[in-house]
């Protein structure tokens, strides 16, 4: 089991962070389990019994209840970064550019309503103090980060079932571009309206990452909530 004593405030942020991950990651292969593999037509579904072997209290010494614990604060992590982010796009000079002028005004607004979503949610997590130090210091923190998260999805690499690779490396780019936004409040805030973005920049395969990470782990909550009704049913 692992140890969160004498870990400083950041490095206990970054285990939990991993560990988040690492349960969403978990809660999407329980509620998709191959229940039954017949010709032709496997039948695939949540499955309760494997969902209690990696969260049960029990049956995993105590972590479980942790590790979904670390879920949430990973969501509200992301969430609070959507929420940061939100001037970045709404200057007039941001467009996402999917090719079709009509879409991108479509995609757009409906960026935007996510993030009026994200707003009107005021249980976010407080930055703050994990980012409280010196300029120096957060940015020594920051670079800190960023190669944790590349040596991670250096080690996506080798995984050897491509979905799996691409999701995963997938949710790793979200958090990092999430941790990314988090780190550079001031700048997003002091963006000019009406021209390029400097100081800031996100590129195309960052907002793909963060917007698609943060739906997987919506999902993830979503299939928690299911699992607690089935567990309540077969009590």
Avoid at 1 to 25: N, P
Avoid at 61 to 87: D, H, M, Q, T, W
Avoid at 116 to 128: G, I, L, N, Q, Y
Avoid at 178 to 191: D, G, P
Wanted: charge should be positive; include cysteine.
């Amino acid at each position: 089991l692992f140890s969160w004593t004498g870990l400083c405030l950041e490095k206990r942020v970054f285990y939990k962070l991993i560990s988040g991950l690492h349960a969403s990651i978990n809660l999407h292969l329980c509620a998709n389990y191959l229940l039954e593999e017949t010709w032709g037509k496997p039948r695939w579904g949540p499955n309760v019994k494997e969902f209690t072997r990696r969260f049960d209290p029990t049956e995993t010494k105590g972590e479980g209840p942790r590790r979904l614990k670390n879920l949430y604060f990973l969501y509200l992590i992301e969430l609070r970064a959507l929420s940061k982010v939100a001037p970045y796009f709404e200057r007039s000079v941001v467009d996402l550019y999917t090719g079709n002028g009509h879409e991108d005004a479509e995609s757009k607004a409906l960026l935007l309503d996510i993030f009026r979503d994200t707003k009107s949610f005021h249980m976010h997590f407080d930055e703050k103090s994990m980012f409280a130090g010196d300029k120096k210091g957060a940015k020594s923190l920051k670079e800190e980060f960023r190669l944790h998260f590349k040596n991670i999805s250096r080690i996506m690499d080798c995984v050897g079932c491509d979905k799996c690779r691409l999701w995963g490396k997938l949710q790793t780019q979200g958090l990092g571009t999430a941790l990314k936004i988090l780190f550079s409040e001031k700048e997003i805030q002091s963006l000019p309206e009406n021209s390029p973005s400097k100081g800031f920049q996100l590129t195309r395969q960052e907002i793909v990452a963060l917007v698609n990470a943060f739906g997987r782990l919506s999902t993830s909550i979503r299939e928690l909530q299911n699992f607690k009704v089935l567990l309540q049913q077969t009590r």
